[in-house]
């Protein structure tokens, strides 16, 4: 994409010699970035803009055009791009708005846009977007104030507005980028087009981005799991709240998504997400400016005990570590403090403490081979001369070769102080708790990037068995299966059920019970009742032929007064479950940008209450798996509590690997459920499913390499 990063001649297909308007105020920019390529202003009136001669029309532009900027009205605009691509232009950028954010003639517009590009090879960045920035190439294709300053962060926007925002903070910070692009409503170049240049440009060592949805969203994982293996990709989603999705969808005209499968897919694929926008710039003045630590384990100096506690509280609240510090170190820092000083982690250097008690602190702390990173905290008082601090920390973190972050508490006095930090290359936060956050995150995306490979198992199972099932539901028009009827596609996944059998009578549950073993467990049985205990139709532990007849004749009674309108094909006799077992639910739902999104939790009616799962999406990994058990609060229930003995974690494990393989093999299974799971210290039973399947449409196929060694 060099022709829309660094081209070596722009058009400006809109041009105005009125000041403000947008189409002069691109003009401006270019020629104020110092752009030293050729622009061409374009407009049917002639003249001169900006100094320049203006062409009166696409074609009497001379010589090739790397980049086209298009600031015309919607109508104009298909007219505009067919012209350039027949000039050969190499990218084009479309401010103009009115395209399938605002109605229907807009999208047809905007999808014909998007097929010419495509058919073409033409970068289509917009329309709908503020245009972009690269600092590299002195470029500044865009209507927004200001030219940013030079600098390592990457950063991407589907929101022009908050790229204006983001960038008159940004200059206001002190904060330079390497890219500045605004998406728009993304008909080309999306999110994933942005991650894979960024990725592999020199530029740039951080990514940030803020997204309203993902359009391609298996794309965007394979791009960002390439691109986070490289350089840090941080990034907020927006519209995760249901007014948030609905705003999302008229600001864009897409469909927001899914915030589960989004967080999953980040997760997934190491990106960092934030939930603010501080927080996002926060994050990249550390990862710009810091090497990743080596480890946890976090230095303190302060001279104040009020933000040092403040400090080991967020340290409390992390992943990070406060590490005592080895006996040489404390000797050294008694020599120089006073005995009423804090010797431990963190060092409190007191009130009276000068510049040169703050570098030699630093120094003895930052030589300590069992501190990875330093937080340095500081405090006005009237013994410190901030500015002479600032250079003191400064030149000796030069020498320790390690991250160091600074907490300048106050703002009043502090401004010379932060530039002198900000020249060392050391991140300035106003609070502790900013600053060990972010520390925070650097240290696990460390431990992100050193990770293991992921391994993938593929199990065995029987598809043609589960396929003629599935088919046979489609032709039936049942779109849900309950557990009588989609017990037989657990099955043929390989996965263990109890013992069970459908009674039509009190007499016929009765011989079922007995040729079980009691104790035994009833269950309503209806096609048309996903949630048994919504009508009382379970009941459980039933020791003796007349408990059972008696159950028969209660549940289906019940039932049948509560809803009139089902047809019940009597109750379901069940071997009962080991009483020490726990239940977990296992299911998925296929969400529409980034496919099947796997849940775990505890089961039972319990989920839908407490709501404590986790999220991954298909095709799960080992790992994965693993991490999803891991995630839940509860995970200590089942590891076992006060002499209780933990569960077969394996047999979970495989449980939820199977369910996504099934996901991934049969694309007309819209969700699934395993609710409960009973899994105890020897095996994982699923006790109760249901599907709910849906014909997927035309040119939608299952994934049939992975069903091939099976089958």
Same mark, same amino acid.
């Given at each position: 994409m060099d022709t829309l990063f660094a081209p070596s001649s722009i058009a400006v297909v809109g041009a105005s010699s009125v000041s403000g308007k947008i189409g002069n105020t691109i003009v401006a920019n270019i020629l104020d970035a110092g752009f030293k390529g050729e622009v061409y202003p374009v407009n049917p009136r002639g003249g001169s803009i900006c100094g320049l001669e203006v062409c009166k029309s696409i074609s009497d532009l001379q010589g090739p055009v790397d980049l086209a900027v298009i600031a015309v009205p919607r109508d104009l605009v298909l007219d505009c791009f067919l012209e350039l691509v027949e000039k050969g232009v190499g990218s084009v950028v479309i401010v103009s708005a009115g395209f399938k954010e605002v109605d229907h003639e807009g999208w047809v517009l905007e999808t014909c846009l998007a097929e010419i590009a495509s058919k073409t090879g033409v970068n289509l960045l917009g329309p709908n977007c503020l245009g972009l920035i690269s600092t590299g190439s002195s470029l500044n294709a865009s209507f927004a104030t200001g030219n940013p300053l030079p600098g390592k962060i990457g950063f991407f926007s589907q929101s022009g507005a908050l790229c204006v925002a983001v960038l008159d903070w940004a200059l206001g910070a002190g904060v330079g980028f390497s890219k500045f692009i605004s998406l728009g409503n993304k008909a080309v170049l999306d999110e994933a087009s942005m991650l894979e240049y960024l990725g592999n440009d020199p530029d740039t060592k951080v990514i940030l981005g803020y997204v309203e949805n993902v359009d391609d969203g298996r794309r965007f994982m394979d791009c960002a799991s390439r691109v986070s293996m490289k350089k840090p990709v941080i990034m907020m989603k927006a519209g995760i709240t249901p007014a948030g999705a609905r705003a999302a969808s008229s600001h864009t005209g897409a469909v927001a998504g899914s915030d589960k499968a989004c967080g999953a897919a980040f997760v997934q694929s190491g990106v960092i997400r934030v939930e603010r926008l501080d927080e996002l710039f926060n994050l990249a003045k550390a990862f %710009? %400016?810091?090497?990743? @630590?080596?480890?946890?384990?976090?230095?303190? #100096?302060?001279? *104040? =005990? =009020?933000? =040092?506690?403040?400090a080991a509280d967020a340290c409390g609240d992390s992943g990070m570590r406060m590490p005592t510090y080895s006996p040489d170190i404390i000797g050294e820092l008694q020599r120089m403090l006073p005995g009423y000083a804090s010797l431990y982690n963190p060092v409190d250097l007191l009130g009276d403490a000068d510049a040169q008690s703050y570098g030699r602190a630093v120094r003895i702390v930052g030589h300590d081979p069992g501190v990875n990173s330093m937080l340095v905290i500081v405090a006005p008082s009237a013994a410190l001369d901030l500015a002479a601090a600032a250079e003191e920390i400064s030149a000796v973190v030069a020498e320790i070769a390690k991250p160091v972050f600074c907490c300048l508490m106050g703002r009043r006095h502090s401004r010379r102080a932060r530039e002198i930090f900000a020249a060392a290359g050391i991140p300035v936060y106003d609070f502790p708790k900013q600053a060990v956050r972010a520390m925070d995150c650097m240290y696990r995306y460390a431990a992100w990037k050193g990770r293991p490979p992921r391994t993938y198992a593929e199990p065995e199972r029987d598809i043609e068995s589960a396929r003629q099932l599935v088919e046979a539901s489609l032709r039936s028009g049942r779109s849900e299966l309950v557990e009588f009827q989609a017990r037989d596609i657990v099955t043929a996944y390989g996965l263990p059920t109890p013992e069970s059998d459908l009674a039509r009578s009190g007499d016929e549950a009765v !011989?079922? !019970?007995?040729?079980? =073993?009691?104790? #035994? #467990?009833?269950?309503? *049985?209806? @096609?048309e009742i996903s949630h048994k205990s919504d009508v009382d139709g379970v009941r459980v532990g039933l020791s003796s032929a007349e408990e059972v007849r008696t159950a028969f004749w209660e549940i289906t009674a019940r039932t049948q007064c509560l809803r009139p309108d089902v047809y019940i094909a009597g109750c379901l006799v069940q071997q009962m479950a080991s009483p020490e077992s726990r239940e977990v639910i296992v299911g998925f739902r296929r969400d529409e940008q980034f496919g099947p999104l796997l849940m775990f939790g505890l089961g039972g009616v319990y989920v839908e209450i407490l709501k404590d799962v986790s999220f991954r999406l298909a095709p799960l990994s080992v790992e994965d798996a693993g991490d999803m058990v891991r995630e839940i609060r509860s995970y200590m229930l089942l590891k076992g509590v006060r002499g209780g003995e933990p569960v077969d974690f394996e047999a979970i494990t495989d449980v939820l690997i199977r369910m996504s393989y099934l996901a991934e093999d049969f694309p007309e299974i819209y969700e699934a459920e395993f609710n409960p799971v009973l899994v105890n210290s020897e095996e994982a039973l699923v006790a109760d499913a249901r599907m709910v399947v849906v014909d997927p449409g035309p040119g939608v196929a299952p994934d049939r390499n992975s069903a091939a060694g099976s089958e």
């Open positions: %710009s %400016s810091q090497e990743l @630590p080596l480890g946890p384990n976090l230095g303190i #100096v302060t001279n *104040a =005990g =009020g933000p =040092g506690i403040l !011989a079922i !019970a007995e040729q079980l =073993g009691y104790p #035994v #467990v009833l269950k309503i *049985a209806s @096609p």
